[in-house]
């Protein structure tokens, strides 16, 4: 039985890598976030809309399942503040900063919605994430006791993350975008725990039921950058099993700085 999956790459020394269970098929939870906003961006580039456009702030959506309606429950959203605005407008780039930073899974559903479950899954393909399935938004209970969930590998979260992590130098206007928004991240108690302050981490964390998950790209004062995807499930302890990962963390952290010093010694 599979508690964890890791999967991590160095950037700078491409060969550095380490992966654990990273083809087993997870319930993604909410790091199918990052995919909902790479295809914001990529419709946006694409002339669909842009991110500077309104939408309505609704809280209805159909069940995959028999296209019944069902709504978000704002005491089981990590985000409330999202809840007030219903029946008014916001930019997709506002509902699109709330889905990663506090996780709201309001503005996640409202988006999912406005780009098209079958798309992301498509743009997921094409990035080289191919176990990767965004089959619908969140809290749809129907789909949900019928085994449909969104599905994520940790290697292809890290195929995903390294398609937005391209060197400085290499890196588009939409990359920087995206980064910018997942280093606002609020929730922190994995990747960025134990790490020193001066480490930046662009992140997006997911926890259901006995499944806290992680990814992310670190970046390092000095220019090294990695890709950390740490996932879990069936986890009898949450809390034991978040400390587990930001103790993972902290072990590639320390991994990295090590090869670094002795690069330098060399």
Sequence with gaps: EVDFAIAFQDLNRRENVFLLNENEHLHAASTMKIPVMIEMYYQASQGDFALTDSILVKNKFESIVDQSMYEMNAEEDSEHSLYTQIGKQMTLFDLMHQMIISSSNLATNILVE???AKKITASMKRLGAYDTEVLRGVEDQ???????????????????LKSIALPSGETTEDQLAM????????????????????VQVAHKTGSITGLPHDA???????????VLVLLSKNLKDFEKGTL?????????????????????KR
């Design 142 to 160: 129907k789909a949900y006791d019928l085994g449909l969930n969104n599905r994520i590998t940790a290697k292809d979260l890290m195929t995903i």
């Design 179 to 198: 980064i910018n928004v997942l280093k606002g991240q609020e929730f922190n108690e994995i990747i960025p725990q134990f790490l020193p302050v001066d």
């Design 244 to 264: 587990t990962l930001a103790k993972i963390s902290k072990l590639i952290y320390e991994h990295v700085t090590a090869l670094e010093v002795s690069s330098i």
């Design 216 to 226: 992310g790209i670190v970046y390092l004062p000095n220019g090294e950058t990695y």
């Design 114 to 116: 406005e780009v098209g």
